[in-house]
């Protein structure tokens, strides 16, 4: 099944939902960077918050860039998506584990850490790009994020995401993003907060197999949501190349290159974000200091 995004308006244009389902996209990731199970929930988290936040990009060259930095063993994580959905990812410690949480689910939190940042970098063809830190409320990333819109973006949101993993890899995993627009009301917001309450975990609803629509009705509390926008399918998919490996050598110092000449006779580059491996033989560094 593909992974796809769907937009809706609720109460008659005063709510704006983004739902998701990245269940495949995050599968992806996990075999590309042989995650633990706890690493696939809270990288599948941060990658589909990104494709969440990326489907209201303009411009073909926007892009945003996700970075959570936690006091836990997970290390740094982060995320790159553009216009097209198109996403990548990378975690410092893709094999951290962790004894599941007191609610015998796996501890998402405990290893992002709960003391740390969340910066969203968003290039959206401005003079400078726009760079939103706040930090870190829980680690479970959902209710960070929740709390960078509140902060950053002066919006009140929802969010909610959920990756469920089993033996097999990734089961279900997807997302939504509730905003309340200018214009709603505090009638509309007490629906909205007891019917997110009643709906229960994001994971759940998918692996109950609810629609994409279902799920919007279901925590809006509206029955008559309005799709606005369909058939977004996000992927994973990295953009690296042996000529971006060879610029960034090209920023490398002249000596630094010229010591790995000297030692090695050769560089092996792999990509963070695909393990991509990148080989470049003596000739090719040789020609590469004499660029510069």
Same mark, same amino acid.
């Given at each position: 099944?593909q992974?796809?995004?769907?937009k809706?308006?609720?109460?008659?244009?005063?709510?704006?939902?983004?739902?998701?389902?990245?269940?495949?996209?995050?599968?992806?990731?996990?075999?590309?960077?042989?995650?633990?199970?706890?690493?696939?929930?809270?990288?599948?988290?941060?990658l /589909?918050?990104?494709?969440?936040?990326?489907?209201?990009?303009?411009?073909?060259?926007d892009?945003?860039?996700?970075?959570?930095?936690?006091n836990?063993?997970?290390?740094k *994580?982060?995320?790159?998506?553009?216009k097209?959905?198109?996403?990548?990812?990378t975690? #410092?410690?893709?094999?951290? #584990?962790?004894?599941?949480?007191? !609610?015998?689910?796996?501890?998402?939190?405990?290893?992002?850490g709960?003391?740390?940042?969340?910066?969203v970098?968003? #290039?959206?063809g401005?003079? +400078?790009?726009?760079i939103?830190?706040?930090?870190?409320?829980?680690? +479970?990333?959902?209710?960070?994020?929740?709390?960078?819109?509140?902060?950053?973006?002066?919006?009140?949101?929802?969010?909610? $995401?959920?990756? $469920?993993? #089993?033996?097999?890899?990734?089961?279900?995993?997807?997302?939504?993003?509730?905003?309340?627009?200018?214009?709603? /009301?505090?009638?509309?917001?007490?629906?909205?907060?007891?019917?997110?309450?009643?709906?229960?975990? *994001?994971?759940?609803?998918?692996?109950?197999?609810?629609?994409?629509?279902?799920?919007?009705?279901?925590?809006?509390?509206?029955?008559?949501?309005k799709?606005? +926008?369909?058939?977004?399918?996000?992927?994973?998919?990295?953009?690296?190349?042996k000529?971006k490996? =060879?610029r960034?050598l090209?920023a490398?110092?002249?000596?630094?290159?010229?010591?790995i000449?000297? =030692?090695?006779?050769?560089?092996?580059?792999?990509?963070h !974000?695909?393990?991509?491996?990148?080989?470049?033989?003596?000739?090719e560094?040789?020609?590469?200091?004499?660029?510069?």
């Amino acid at each position: 099944m593909q992974n796809e995004i769907i937009k809706f308006l609720a109460y008659n244009g005063r709510v704006s939902v983004t739902c998701a389902d990245t269940t495949q996209l995050v599968e992806e990731a996990r075999k590309i960077h042989d995650l633990s199970p706890v690493a696939t929930a809270a990288l599948g988290r941060l990658l /589909t918050m990104g494709v969440i936040m990326a489907s209201d990009l303009k411009s073909e060259k926007d892009n945003i860039t996700l970075q959570i930095k936690g006091n836990g063993p997970i290390g740094k *994580m982060v995320a790159v998506v553009n216009k097209n959905l198109g996403i990548k990812g990378t975690v #410092d410690n893709p094999q951290v #584990d962790a004894p599941l949480n007191e !609610f015998g689910k796996l501890d998402v939190g405990g290893v992002v850490g709960h003391d740390g940042y969340l910066n969203v970098i968003k #290039d959206i063809g401005l003079k +400078e790009p726009y760079i939103g830190v706040v930090p870190i409320s829980s680690g +479970e990333i959902a209710e960070d994020f929740a709390r960078y819109f509140t902060e950053s973006e002066q919006v009140r949101s929802a969010v909610a $995401l959920g990756v $469920l993993v #089993d033996r097999n890899g990734v089961k279900d995993a997807g997302g939504y993003l509730l905003t309340a627009l200018p214009d709603a /009301t505090d009638e509309d917001i007490t629906k909205i907060e007891k019917s997110i309450f009643e709906a229960g975990a *994001m994971s759940k609803m998918l692996e109950n197999k609810l629609s994409l629509l279902d799920i919007a009705k279901k925590v809006t509390g509206d029955k008559n949501v309005k799709v606005i +926008e369909e058939d977004l399918h996000p992927v994973y998919k990295c953009d690296c190349s042996k000529e971006k490996i =060879e610029r960034a050598l090209r920023a490398l110092d002249k000596n630094e290159l010229n010591k790995i000449i000297e =030692e090695d006779g050769k560089a092996e580059i792999i990509c963070h !974000f695909c393990n991509k491996k990148y080989n470049f033989s003596k000739e090719e560094l040789i020609n590469i200091v004499n660029k510069k």
